[in-house]
């Protein structure tokens, strides 16, 4: 009974840089591949940013050089720290993670996380 559940959403201002958490419940993999995605209505489902292991991180085009993902394994949590939030960024925030440690960057997709746990999303509204 693997939960995970984000929080740190809400409506801010653009310019603004929260922070999302997920704490994740009965899941003691501590090299599973962890990740950030997001779906704004209409839209599919984006992979914005991962964390293996060891450390290695991906991000998304759209983010880098503003988001940065990490994780506390002793506190079975994962971050993302959203620098100078844009309108553009408004979206459903989900964090899921899975059983094995990420793929390389060619295969890091949403749907290569189709299987993994899921939460139920946090909202950020950027206005």
């Known amino acids: 009974d693997v939960q995970l559940v984000e929080s740190g959403g809400g409506s801010v201002q653009a310019g603004e840089s929260p922070t999302l958490s997920c704490a994740l419940s009965?899941?003691?993999?501590?090299?599973?591949?962890l990740g950030w995605f997001r779906q704004a209505p209409g839209n599919e489902c984006e992979l914005v940013s991962t964390i293996s292991s060891d450390g290695s991180t991906y991000y998304a085009d759209s983010v880098k050089g503003r988001f940065t993902i990490s994780r506390d394994n002793s506190k079975n949590t994962l971050f993302l720290q959203m620098n100078v939030l844009r309108p553009e960024d408004t979206a459903m925030y989900y964090c899921?993670?899975?059983?094995?440690?990420?793929?390389?960057?060619?295969?890091?997709?949403?749907?290569?996380?189709?299987?993994?746990?899921w939460g139920q999303g946090t909202q950020v509204t950027v206005s």
């Open positions: 009965g899941y003691d993999d501590k090299s599973g591949c």
């Open positions: 899921a993670a899975d059983w094995t440690d990420c793929p390389g960057r060619s295969t890091l997709t949403a749907d290569w996380f189709r299987s993994a746990y």
